[in-house]
Every structure is written in structure tokens, then in C-alpha cells.
């Protein structure tokens, strides 16, 4: 290596190795085309080796892009960690602070818990990953995490929250037309909405709880909130969040009795970051707010 490459030239790597196009990092980054062009030219020349080579289908990176390219996530995970530090003072609640949740958690249950948050402090800014990835706390990916398992390293804290519970659900319009079934075996003549493909998460679950023999999906979907989303159209029976499903009058819980997962919940945080001011009080809110949500699924639903 000649010289040691800019950090601009890797966050550019990444970008085109996102989009696939000097065109698109370009859009993404807020630069030209040309410029784009450049910084992707002198990280080449810097590491004396290509990165891309053109196809039908876009750029596509060679074995020394995919060398590169878990340095450079961490080198942008460093990077926006540092911003997210600098951007506060530590004795205030202001400054960012970035919050990694599920995309079901993140979408339908931290919002409400966010806004009086956010309310109360002006200068609080929140960035929430709602994604099933799970973002390294250790390298600062994240600072605040919704996980649902403890924590395992020691660096982290963590904060246990409760059970969330899981069962099958249905809009009240599909049950009028099809039935409620009585026993699990029922299950086998409805329309059921489930999953796409069986990650290794999905695996343990089945293996934990089995569903019976002769069930098929009639809608899958590997995005949990489509799942939701067609089980709130009606399109069949599902498995939702007990508590997402108590705020809608029409979403009626399908053998309670017979079928149950709890998801054990925990905030975690680096411990590092403990004592600065805006990450206590965010912890702190999602403790409090969470607690209340876990609380609220044990409310008796309307028939």
C-alpha cells in the first residue's frame, strides 16, 4: 500500500457496494458521478488492486472489495459512534443516540414510547435501526438495544424486561367467514399467514413450538410486519404479539390455551456509556415503557 487511503474512500466502497452502481453511491452519498469515480480509482491505486469489475448487472466487487468490506463497516460503525459521542454533552440529555430493535418492536411499539421522550427533551435525537440484524453493541453499532435474550458479554448491562407473549390472531372479519377453531388440528383446514423461509432462529422456535402436521401457509412472508399487516386484512390466521394485537378490537386471539410463545426481553447497553445522561434516560424510557407494554398484554380482550 502507498499510502494510507482517506476514510471518504471506504465509506464510497461501501456505498457502491450497497447499490451496485457509481451512479447510486453517488445519489446516496451526496456527490457526483465523477467524484464517486475517483475515490473508488485512488482506493485501487492505494491498495494496488481492483475492486469492481462491469457487468450486465452492475458493478460487481472482486475478492479484494470483499476483503475490504467488513473493515470498512467497521471503520463506519466506529465513525458514526464517534459523531453520536461528540454530539452531546455528557452531563444534558442532548445528542444523538442510536437504538436497534426488531422491526416489529421497532415499528409498532417503540414509537409511542419514543414520543414523550423526545418531548421532554428537545435536544435528545433518536436514530432507530428496526431490523431482525442484530447491531453490535460492543463496537458501538448501536447504544441501546432491544434484544430478546440476556446479555452473555460482560461489557454489557442489561435490564430484564419481562415476557412477550406471541399467539395466533385473526381479523374478526376472516373468523365470521371461516370459523374459529377449536383445537390445533383445525388449523390444518384455514388459511394460515406464516413465515418465507425458516432461518435458524425460526428453527428453534418450531422445535420449542411445534406446530401439528398437514399446515401450510396460504400467505408467507419472511418480513414480520407483513405477517402482521395480512393477518390485519384478514387474509388468515397468524401469529402476532399478543399485546400489537390487544390495541385492535377486531384482532381476536385463536387458542390462547393451546399455543403460546414467550419472547423474554431484556435493554442492554454498553456499560461504558452508563453514565452519560441522554443513554441513562433513554435506557431508562425504554425500561419503563416496555414494562408498561408487557403489562398491558395480561388486559382481558373483548370476545
Not at 215 to 235: D, P, T, V, W, Y
Request: charged letters at 25%.
Amino acid at each position: 500500500m502507498n499510502k494510507e487511503p482517506d476514510w471518504h474512500f471506504y465509506r464510497t466502497l461501501l456505498a457502491v457496494l450497497d447499490h451496485g452502481s457509481l451512479s447510486a453511491a453517488a445519489r446516496e452519498l451526496g456527490l457526483t458521478q465523477p467524484t464517486v469515480g475517483r475515490h473508488i480509482d485512488a482506493l485501487e491505486e492505494a491498495i494496488g488492486s481492483r475492486l469492481f469489475v462491469r457487468s450486465p448487472n452492475g458493478l460487481l466487487p472482486t475478492d479484494a472489495a470483499a476483503e475490504l468490506e467488513p473493515y470498512a463497516r467497521t471503520l463506519a460503525a466506529t465513525s458514526a459512534a464517534l459523531l453520536r459521542t461528540a454530539s452531546g454533552h455528557r452531563d444534558r440529555v442532548a445528542g444523538t443516540v442510536r437504538i436497534s430493535a426488531s422491526e416489529v418492536i421497532g415499528v409498532e411499539v417503540l414509537p409511542p414510547i419514543l414520543e414523550p421522550l423526545m418531548a421532554a427533551h428537545p435536544e435528545l435525537k433518536i436514530e432507530l435501526s428496526a431490523s431482525d440484524a442484530i447491531e453490535d453493541l460492543l463496537s458501538r453499532e448501536a447504544d441501546i438495544a432491544v434484544r430478546m435474550a440476556k446479555p452473555v458479554q460482560d461489557q454489557l448491562i442489561g435490564r430484564r424486561i419481562g415476557e412477550i407473549p406471541l399467539g395466533f390472531h385473526a381479523h374478526r372479519r376472516y373468523l365470521e367467514q371461516y370459523g374459529m377453531p377449536q383445537e390445533m388440528t383445525d388449523l390444518a383446514r384455514h388459511r394460515l399467514v406464516g413465515f418465507d423461509r425458516q432461518s435458524a432462529y425460526i428453527r428453534t422456535m418450531m422445535a420449542r413450538f411445534p406446530l401439528p402436521d398437514g399446515i401450510a401457509f396460504a400467505f408467507k412472508s419472511e418480513n414480520a410486519h407483513a405477517q402482521i399487516a395480512a393477518i390485519r386484512a384478514g387474509l388468515g390466521i397468524g401469529i402476532c404479539q399478543m399485546g400489537i394485537a390487544a390495541r385492535d378490537p377486531d384482532l381476536l386471539p385463536v387458542l390462547p390455551e393451546c399455543f403460546r410463545i414467550p419472547l423474554d426481553t431484556w435493554v442492554v447497553m454498553h456499560e461504558a456509556i452508563k453514565t452519560a445522561r441522554r443513554y441513562r434516560v433513554t435506557f431508562d424510557a425504554l425500561v419503563c415503557g416496555l414494562t408498561n407494554y408487557v403489562k398491558g398484554t395480561a388486559r382481558k380482550r373483548p370476545g
